[in-house]
């Protein structure tokens, strides 16, 4: 469509050895989690995760969609099973027999060659794998369910459990909520339901059809669960939440695949842990962390103790699938008459003024917008939650700029000096202030920076506010691609103890733009306040091409360029 080359850098391969069975409450799930505490948030950074070894015949289709929707969160560009049955009976349940025929041909191309090489493998034995719970504030720290309640004594988190939530694209498999059905009803048995809130979120209109049709949905509201819409709710942090304060220390439990701070109800207090929905469920039942549904016991409203069986619920329905309300609204067959007309009043859409084109200068003196510490996400730097009513609207969403992110000078959040008056305020609003006074700025990072959601705006805002450069231990691949499209520029630290070197009151010049060249360096130059200078070096990954989008000053710029023949 964009008359451009596509590119991605060869990655490597991680091989996870999948053998054993799953089986009680090991779910799914529970492989991601384990893999995420072995590999850490950035250990599968430019590297594809392949599965596979006789346990794969034992996780269903939907399963292994949540084991790869989850690779997003070790850095993976992308993870991948190898084409089974349980793939090929998913495809004839949702309407695609041709596909699973087609595919049925072509085995030898979807499943791995004998003694295929891998660059490192990491091996699981399912019939032992314990089920998982990650958390909080990241998804790699990694605890067995067991000792999930030692580590929250230890570390002074709350242990009641304030909300269960299941579901989202992650684990809203009909399996998922049939599983956490089976749960619910021994529970309901023996008289009890959920001890805190409890919110279902189907993850398509066709899930939440089926379960409402089979009585699942029925059985989670008895419960007292809330079906939500099938969207991404809390997950992403649309969420009104009322039953805490904002800025009240608690904890959740959710079946998603992200809990950063403040992601899913933007308080910053909130100790979000990923479980499997199965385990949701349990803690929801139980109210507590502290509880592992293999050996702890329950209390039923006769007073008499039980100890759940485990869950268990089948893998596709029996009826087949209901496909919901259709609210599919097709196109015109001819567009080409059609003119999108946006009101300059509207607060929800803005059209696009394209950025500025590089003037073919180094970039000098550079101001230092913030300097962050420790973990800064695409949540950091462009919240979710309320803020995406302006996903049409950049110059609005951009008054979420870094609202969480840790800055270097007072570790505080969303408070920074401007350089040129010295009076502090949000950063939103000092890079505005920059941007007025034709002042580029820069920003400064940690490790793994803009990991998390593949969030467009993470790139958009700071080049609309007038961000140049962003300076980095390391980062994560999708945000430092997006950043080059945006005709920023992503450089990261030779000597990773460099960020150390660097305050926010320094001045930042990048020398030798103009030799700007695959796989060569770039020379940093630090002025400091007492009129000294140091060089470091800074490295970079751009290619010809994404070269050709910074000194266009946009991907897009340079698709305009070359549909013009330039």
């Avoid at 993976?76 to 027999?97: Q, W």
């Avoid at 949701?280 to 507590?288: E, F, K, R």
């Avoid at 950049?394 to 979420?400: G, V, Y």
């Amino acid at each position: 469509m964009a008359d451009i080359p596509w590119e991605l850098k060869c990655p490597q391969v991680i091989g996870v050895k999948l053998t054993g069975s799953l089986s009680g409450w090991t779910s799914p799930k529970d492989v991601i989690l384990k893999v995420a505490g072995i590999l850490t948030v950035k250990g599968g950074t430019g590297a594809i995760v392949e599965y596979f070894g006789p346990g794969v015949e034992s996780i269903s289709c939907t399963g292994m969609g949540t084991i790869c929707n989850m690779g997003a969160e070790i850095g993976a560009t992308t993870s991948i099973f190898p084409y089974n049955k349980r793939m090929h009976n998913y495809l004839v349940a949702t309407s695609r027999k041709d596909i699973a025929e087609l595919a049925d041909q072509n085995t030898n191309l979807l499943t791995p060659d004998d003694g295929a090489p891998y660059d490192r493998i990491v091996e699981i034995n399912l019939s032992e794998l314990e089920p998982y719970i990650n958390g909080p504030f990241t998804p790699d720290l990694a605890h067995t369910v067991d000792k999930v309640g030692a580590a929250a004594k230890k570390h002074n988190w709350p242990l009641e459990v304030k909300v269960g939530l299941i579901g989202s694209c992650t684990n809203s498999s009909y399996e998922d909520m049939g599983r956490c059905a089976s749960i619910v009803k021994q529970a309901m048995s023996h008289g009890l339901k959920s001890k805190c809130l409890f919110h279902i979120t189907p993850g398509s209109e066709q899930i939440r059809a089926t379960i409402e049709r089979d009585g699942i949905a029925e059985i989670l509201r008895s419960f007292g669960g809330v079906v939500l819409a099938n969207a991404c709710g809390p997950c992403i942090g649309q969420w009104d939440r009322k039953d805490v304060a904002k800025g009240e220390k608690n904890t959740i439990v959710t079946s998603y695949n992200r809990n950063f701070t403040g992601r899913n109800d933007a308080n910053p207090n909130t100790h979000c842990f990923v479980t499997s929905p199965e385990i949701v469920t349990a803690m929801s039942l139980a109210g507590t962390l502290d509880f592992d549904p293999r050996r702890d016991e329950l209390t039923g409203s006769d007073g008499k103790k039980f100890k759940l069986d485990d869950p268990f619920a089948a893998e596709l329905p029996a009826l087949g699938f209901d496909p919901g309300e259709d609210t599919f609204q097709a196109p015109p067959e001819d567009g080409s008459n059609v003119n999108v007309e946006v009101s300059p009043e509207s607060q929800r859409l803005q059209l696009l003024t394209p950025f500025d084109k590089w003037d073919g200068k180094d970039l000098e003196d550079m101001t230092i917008l913030i300097k962050t510490v420790g973990k800064c996400t695409t949540d950091h730097i462009s919240a979710a939650g309320p803020w995406l009513r302006f996903r049409g609207h950049l110059d609005n969403i951009s008054n979420n700029l870094f609202l969480t992110a840790l800055s270097a000078d007072n570790n505080e959040m969303n408070n920074v000096q401007n350089k040129s008056t010295k009076e502090y305020g949000s950063v939103p609003d000092t890079a505005r202030a920059y941007k007025a006074a034709g002042i580029k700025w820069c920003v400064i990072g940690d490790d793994n920076y803009g990991e998390g959601s593949s969030r467009e705006h993470a790139a958009l805002e700071p080049r609309h506010l007038g961000g140049r450069a962003i300076i980095v231990r390391s980062f994560a691949r999708i945000h430092e691609t997006n950043l080059k499209k945006q005709g920023m520029l992503p450089l990261t630290f030779a000597d990773p103890a460099d960020y150390d070197k660097i305050t926010p009151d320094d001045k930042i010049t990048l020398i030798g733009l103009q030799q700007l060249a695959p796989g060569k360096p770039v020379t940093c130059r630090v002025k400091k306040t007492d009129g000294k200078s140091l060089d470091i070096i800074l490295n970079h990954s751009f290619n010809e091409l994404q070269i050709a989008w910074f000194k266009a000053g946009s991907a897009l710029n340079r698709m305009k360029e070359i549909a013009a023949g330039k």
